[in-house]
């Protein structure tokens, strides 16, 4: 059964203390890793798309990789403002389509 | 680009009500639309696939009778919460993609519907 797996359920930072959310996964032919922020009482906002590993990705303070059984999120110097819930996803089939399966988030909270 | 519009943000209605929650691609089609559920502190769960033109699909456990979809454009799902009960009060999302059902674009989500039944 594909299942993401992610760590820590939750994170408190200092203002440009820099670290890593971690997405572990067990996908059967993965077709991409997705991680998405999500604001209280909002969707989530898409954030990046990793597909083979050794792939990375850049936005702003965030830098997103991929290897063949994790991803990670690593945010350097955050700001207040980058507090949120991360959430990874990897696309599960099912018979119309390609629905995502979500992990249960971090919760990153960034103190000024 | 690949905006997904989500209406009402906000319902409060008492029980035995139906609710209509409306999905829009603003800016591109989609012939699949993805409907999650999402309890306080939990992660997004799937509850049904939309697909324009034909049933949707439901994951297990989701009933059928209780939570209707209709895909009637490339544009526009509608999930109705019928005879709403207060163990249905939730956040309901809505997703669609550029592609079709079974691309690997990213999925675009709405903001989300807070469903509150009294």
């Known amino acids: 059964e594909d299942q993401v797996t992610q760590s820590p359920e939750a994170l408190r930072l200092q203002e440009g203390e820099s670290s890593s959310l971690n997405c572990s996964y067990t996908?059967?032919?993965?077709?991409?890793l997705f991680w998405y922020r999500q604001d209280p009482g909002k969707g989530p906002e898409f954030l990046f798309t990793l597909y083979s590993a050794g792939e990375e990705k850049e936005k702003e303070r965030l830098k997103a990789t991929l290897t063949k059984k994790e991803s990670f999120l690593h945010i350097t110097a955050p700001k207040p403002e980058d507090s949120a819930t991360y959430l990874c996803?990897?696309?599960?089939?099912?018979?119309?389509?390609?629905?995502?399966?979500f992990g249960k988030g971090t919760s990153l909270l960034v103190t000024p | 680009g690949a905006v997904v519009s989500q209406h009402p943000s906000r319902v409060i209605c008492k029980s035995g009500t139906s609710v209509k929650i409306e999905c829009r691609s603003l800016?591109?089609?989609?012939?699949?639309m993805f409907w999650y559920r999402q309890f306080p502190k939990q992660s997004l769960m799937l509850m049904a696939t939309?697909?324009?033109?034909?049933?949707?699909?439901?994951e297990q456990g989701v009933e059928k009778d209780k939570f209707l979809i209709n895909h009637a454009s490339l544009t526009l799902s509608t999930l109705t919460v019928t005879s709403a009960h207060p163990e249905d009060s939730s956040f309901y999302i809505c997703?669609?993609?550029?592609?079709?059902?079974?691309?690997?674009?990213?999925?675009?989500f709405g903001d989300g519907t807070r469903l509150s039944i009294l």
């Open positions: 997703s669609a993609n550029t592609g079709t059902g079974y691309s690997n674009q990213p999925q675009h």
């Open positions: 800016d591109f089609q989609a012939t699949t």
């Open positions: 939309s697909n324009e033109g034909s049933k949707a699909t439901y």
């Open positions: 996803a990897a696309p599960s089939p099912g018979d119309s389509g390609y629905a995502l399966n």
């Open positions: 996908v059967s032919g993965l077709r991409g």
